[in-house]
């Protein structure tokens, strides 16, 4: 049987805990020079009252030991595995799954196992990741998974906006001279990703035009595949989520939503505030909605 394989990069909500069968792999948040796992350790409320407190947290990526016990399980068990990771540009999570792969299909060749990078984080990985749920669901072979999910991945928008920039800025997600532009100018930035980075691509005057601007992007790159589903994200802004929503189902009668927290991973590098928004931007050979 395929298994799914997500790590911190993703985010989660209620339904999609209850709706899916996953596995996880947890990077750590490291608070004060103590280290916590991700939900095991920590929880995001816990986190975001350390970020209140004014606490600069940090991550580190899952461990070598962790990852090889994860796919031990799976291939004793007989299971394909497909694991969607955070984006290799912002975290060395991927390369480090991608090494134990590399070095434990030496001694297991026949085992299979796919890793696909999500070119980015939050709902882009979550997204993915749902789509490979429900082909799994409806029978659809490893290898058309695995390759739908890898197209998938190259064609996510997604657009973010951030209330302080220092916090991508002192993760080292975002270049110091966009952060202090960002700050001097006081406005709200619009980040997006490119084949290499993070980048503020626009800047908006005023928390309701940065959301305006948020779902006239992610419309005008959906234009040709509106019937789906589109993901919003959130770092302790619920009410705020809960705008870009109501906007996006204005603008866009036939798109479903569902609201989720950013991970705490995601979460202590961009701080409290933030709010993303991800869809395909082109129509998949194969799509199933999940709902």
Same mark, same amino acid.
């Given at each position: 049987?395929?298994?799914?394989?997500?790590?911190?990069?993703?985010?989660?909500?209620?339904?999609?805990?209850?709706?899916?069968?996953?596995?996880?792999?947890?990077?750590?948040?490291?608070?004060?020079?103590?280290?916590?796992?991700?939900?095991?350790?920590?929880?995001?409320?816990?986190?975001?009252? +350390?970020?209140?407190?004014?606490?600069?947290?940090?991550?580190?990526?899952?461990?070598?030991?962790?990852?090889?016990?994860?796919?031990e399980k799976y291939r004793k068990n007989g299971d394909e595995v497909i694991i969607v990771s955070i984006w290799k540009e912002i975290s060395g999570t991927y390369q480090n799954i991608k090494s134990v792969?590399?070095?434990?299909?030496?001694?297991?060749?026949?085992?299979?196992?796919?890793?696909?990078?999500?070119?980015?984080?939050?709902?882009?990985?979550?997204?993915?990741?749902?789509?490979?749920?429900?082909?799994?669901?409806?029978?659809?072979?490893?290898?058309?998974?695995?390759?739908?999910?890898?197209?998938?991945?190259?064609?996510?928008?997604?657009?973010?906006?951030?209330?302080?920039?220092?916090?991508?800025?002192?993760?080292?997600?975002?270049?110091?001279?966009?952060?202090?532009?960002?700050? +001097?100018?006081?406005?709200?930035?619009?980040?997006?990703?490119?084949?290499?980075?993070?980048?503020?691509?626009?800047?908006?005057?005023?928390?309701?035009?940065?959301?305006?601007?948020?779902?006239?992007?992610?419309?005008?790159?959906?234009?040709?595949?509106?019937?789906?589903?589109?993901?919003?994200?959130?770092?302790?802004?619920?009410?705020?989520?809960?705008?870009?929503? +109501?906007?996006?189902?204005?603008?866009?009668?036939?798109?479903?939503?569902?609201?989720?927290?950013?991970?705490?991973?995601?979460?202590?590098?961009?701080?409290?505030?933030?709010?993303?928004?991800?869809?395909?931007?082109?129509?998949?050979?194969?799509?199933?909605?999940?709902?």
């Open positions: 049987m395929i298994k799914l394989i997500i790590d911190s990069g993703a985010d989660q909500n209620a339904w999609f805990s209850e709706k899916y069968q996953f596995g996880f792999l947890p990077l750590s948040i490291i608070l004060e020079g103590e280290q916590y796992l991700d939900k095991e350790e920590i929880t995001l409320e816990e986190l975001h009252s +350390a970020m209140k407190e004014g606490k600069m947290p940090s991550t580190s990526q899952p461990s070598p030991g962790l990852i090889k016990e994860e796919l792969i590399d070095e434990y299909k030496k001694t297991h060749p026949e085992f299979k196992v796919a890793l696909i990078d999500c070119r980015s984080g939050s709902v882009a990985a979550t997204l993915i990741a749902i789509q490979v749920a429900e082909m799994i669901k409806a029978g659809y072979s490893f290898e058309e998974v695995s390759k739908q999910a890898e197209w998938n991945a190259a064609h996510i928008s997604i657009y973010l906006t951030v209330n302080d920039l220092n916090w991508l800025v002192k993760g080292g997600r975002l270049s110091k001279t966009a952060g202090f532009m960002g700050a +001097a100018l006081k406005v709200k930035p619009i980040i997006s990703v490119n084949s290499k980075e993070l980048y503020s691509e626009s800047v908006v005057r005023g928390k309701k035009r940065v959301y305006t601007k948020l779902v006239q992007k992610i419309k005008k790159d959906t234009s040709d595949f509106t019937e789906q589903l589109y993901l919003i994200s959130h770092v302790d802004q619920e009410e705020n989520a809960k705008l870009v929503e +109501a906007q996006l189902k204005e603008e866009i009668p036939k798109a479903k939503t569902m609201i989720f927290e950013f991970g705490a991973v995601l979460a202590a590098h961009i701080g409290l505030g933030g709010v993303a928004i991800a869809a395909l931007n082109q129509k998949p050979k194969t799509y199933i909605s999940p709902y």
